[in-house]
């Protein structure tokens, strides 16, 4: 297992459709200051996300690592789908590469929602984490280790309707709160079915829109739960963010 240094200070990102965040950890991945942000750029091209991260951050200079957050399928610092963005904007971007060059830090790059798990699991055993938001976002760990990441989100899970469609925040408001808890409850017994987990985290903005009741493994969780994620970004394996952009063809 990698550890932190006592004094390393963690930059962390979160890039989303509406806002980016920034805020600055500890090693132990306690809350140094607030959270800044500014409204994510529109069109949100690659050049404008990381210039808006640049004016975001200008005043954090007591870090030395940066995690990022982003709301897409990362592999290898490498951005291949980004649909809250603008995917077309996105394709086979070296984000990871591009901001360790505009920040002049070493990053690590992972999908929101992994970002975010890191910071809630206990570290025992499979477990799994969806945030409820404008989309549907899933993160899977063993032993408090990231699992590949599954963009779950684009799959469809009735007809042709893909858990983003099914129970994102536009299902929610065309169908109101009875229907959409009717389909998370749908959503979650076929991840039971599917995953088998130890324990499932629910974050997100929607979470706690959820009315019905829950398994014994199953915890509600705030973001600020999932904050520590920016530092155990740093104690996962290496070879997860791979500097070498590697190409997919």
């Known amino acids: 297992m ?32 607030e959270y800044k942000k500014l409204p994510t750029p529109l069109p949100a091209a690659p050049e404008r996300v990381i210039a808006t991260i640049q004016e975001l951050v200008k005043d954090f200079s007591d870090y030395n690592k940066v995690s990022v957050g982003f709301p897409g399928y990362i592999r290898n610092g490498r951005v291949f789908t980004a649909p809250n963005l603008d995917t077309s904007l996105w394709r086979n971007v070296c984000l990871q590469e591009e901001l360790k060059e505009a920040l002049n830090k070493p990053v690590r790059l992972v999908n929101d929602a992994d970002l975010q798990g890191l910071g809630v699991v206990s570290g025992q055993g499979l477990e799994m984490v969806i945030t409820l938001g404008t989309g549907f976002g899933t993160a899977l760990l063993l032993d408090g280790n990231l699992l590949p990441h599954l963009e779950l989100a684009h799959h469809p899970v009735i007809g042709r309707k893909t858990y983003d469609q099914y129970v994102g925040e536009k299902a929610f408001r065309k169908h109101g709160e009875e229907k959409w808890n009717q389909r998370m409850e749908r959503v979650l017994s076929i991840l039971k079915a599917v995953f088998n987990y130890d324990h499932l985290y629910i974050s997100g903005g929607n979470a706690n829109k959820i009315r019905f009741k829950l398994d014994d493994n199953i915890t509600i969780v705030s973001n600020r739960d999932g904050i520590k994620g920016g530092t155990r970004l740093w104690l996962q394996e290496e070879h997860h963010f791979s500097d070498a952009c590697k190409s997919v063809f």
Do not use: F, M, P, Y
């Open 2 to 33: 990698k550890s932190l240094l006592s004094e390393d200070r963690i930059l962390s990102v979160d890039i989303g459709g509406s806002n980016i965040k920034a805020t600055i950890l500890d090693s132990q991945g306690t809350l140094l200051n």
